[in-house]
């Protein structure tokens, strides 16, 4: 047996503790992502409160409350910092490397001036802005009291993107897409050590929405997104942007060429879009995007590729919602392409799969769909039927379900797979309503529109 030199010995240890270092989280310092970091990232809303988002007509509620709620549904204040410490610590035991917190509805209202409001948004109201500013300042809130606790989780802001009028120019001169990245800059620039740094800058996101269209000629948002920041140099010097869209896995026409829906699907490079949620059913039939595999994208190229982004979810909504009529054929309230939160033994088979795909594919972002969304309609009417992992009456405590997975993920050893290897091996996947069978990958490999696609949420 040859032995290896000490000097290429030495060159594998140095590789192997840059890659430590690179995601090792410390509350002194922000977390220093590259190809190499494995980062978990945890979706979150900071939407709740008395004069912002209720749980009011929400099927699901949380197991926690303050007492400023009782009247108007139950639940709880976004923004007390006992439900802040308690979420942060359930992240910690969950595993979690950082959240991103969303602030992607109304951003112009929030934002932009009267004048604005009055030319441009007629639902915009005084009492509507109220209600959004403090969905904001919630969402902002996070900075200064995960700093206070000494967590050494990490925060990344998820912006609003998915109407045109975030880049229409308010009497200022400015947009509120600019306005909302000078918001959350300035938070980075008070609390650093919470940012997370991906190609030497402060990453964030962009939402787009769910459909997208393809085509640089129409001009569309995410297109005009990117012309916008490419035209203010200033902007891109300080930060690092990524757009993300919806249900990927039904969009065919954005997937890499040659690929077919039989195994995850990668996204075109030329758009790039990461997943703030896919859905994941092999086995489904409903015309004409079934089946669904979850989508990824890939950055660099020959031994230097690697997937940048994944998400998993606990459930996911078939093309028209969660609930379907029932029929002789079909019992049950659910639609034939759902991924139920259960199996029939009370697995949780869909995110199993999810996370085993997450293992092969070693993303450097994986994404978790999510914590705590709960407004129709993207939640449904039972624990089958709502994709929030924060511990709630329908469905009890699955922290641990998570945490289990993220331990697995963690401890998978090995390389990625090819991409292009991964559509012809074999994996387990789950029907309908979560057995777990058997399935074999053809060659190659998609993105779906389900009522929760445009994110028609309160607030």
């Avoid at 996101?205 to 997208?212: K, R």
């Avoid at 249900?247 to 954005?254: E, H, K, N, R, T």
Wanted: proline share 7%.
């Amino acid at each position: 047996m040859r032995v290896p030199g000490v000097a290429s010995l030495i060159s594998v240890l140095l590789t192997a503790l840059a890659a430590a270092q690179s995601a090792t989280l410390s509350a002194s310092a922000p977390l220093v992502v590259d190809g190499n970091s494995h980062v978990v990232v945890m979706e979150y809303e900071s939407w709740f409160g008395p004069n912002a988002v209720t749980f009011q007509g929400t099927a699901a509620k949380p197991f926690l409350e303050t007492p400023d709620m009782q009247s108007v549904g139950g639940g709880y204040d976004s923004r007390n910092p006992s439900i802040i410490r308690t979420h942060v610590e359930w992240f910690e035991y969950m595993g979690i490397d950082a959240a991103l917190i969303d602030l992607t509805n109304n951003a112009s209202c929030i934002f932009n001036s009267d004048w604005f409001a009055k030319k441009y948004l007629t639902g915009c109201t005084p009492y509507f802005r109220f209600n959004n500013r403090n969905i904001r300042d919630n969402t902002g809130e996070n900075y200064e009291a995960w700093t206070a606790l000494g967590t050494a989780m990490k925060l990344i802001p998820l912006l609003d993107g998915g109407s045109e009028d975030v880049l229409y120019a308010d009497v200022d001169g400015k947009t509120s897409l600019e306005k909302e990245i000078d918001y959350f800059g300035g938070l980075m620039d008070r609390y650093p050590n919470l940012s997370v740094i991906y190609e030497g800058k402060p990453l964030m996101l962009i939402f787009l929405g769910a459909a997208q269209d393809p085509s640089k000629a129409d001009r569309p948002e995410w297109f005009e997104i990117r012309t916008f920041l490419y035209d203010h140099p200033e902007i891109l010097k300080k930060y690092t942007f990524r757009e993300m869209a919806g249900y990927l896995d039904s969009q065919p026409y954005l997937w890499a060429p040659g690929v077919r829906p039989v195994a995850p699907v990668e996204i075109d490079p030329e758009y790039g879009f990461w997943s703030w949620v896919d859905r994941l059913n092999p086995t489904c039939t409903v015309a004409p995007y079934c089946p669904y595999y979850p989508s990824y994208n890939v950055v660099g190229s020959g031994a230097d590729r690697r997937v940048e982004n994944f998400t998993a979810s606990i459930a996911t909504a078939g093309q028209n919602g969660w609930g379907c009529p029932a029929t002789t054929e079909k019992p049950n309230p659910y639609c034939p392409d759902d991924a139920l939160r259960y199996g029939p033994d009370k697995s949780y088979a869909t995110f199993d799969s999810f996370m085993e795909y997450a293992g092969e594919l070693k993303p450097i972002f994986l994404l978790i769909h999510q914590f705590n969304e709960f407004v129709q309609p993207d939640e449904g009417f039972d624990a089958n039927t709502d994709d929030d992992i924060e511990p709630a009456n329908l469905w009890g405590d699955d922290l641990g379900v998570v945490k289990r997975q993220i331990e697995i993920y963690r401890g998978r050893g090995g390389s990625a797979v090819n991409p292009g290897e991964l559509q012809s091996s074999r994996s387990t996947a789950f029907s309908p309503v979560g057995r777990r069978v058997s399935i074999k990958w053809g060659c190659c490999q998609g993105r779906s529109l389900a009522s929760p696609e445009d994110r028609l949420r309160s607030g």
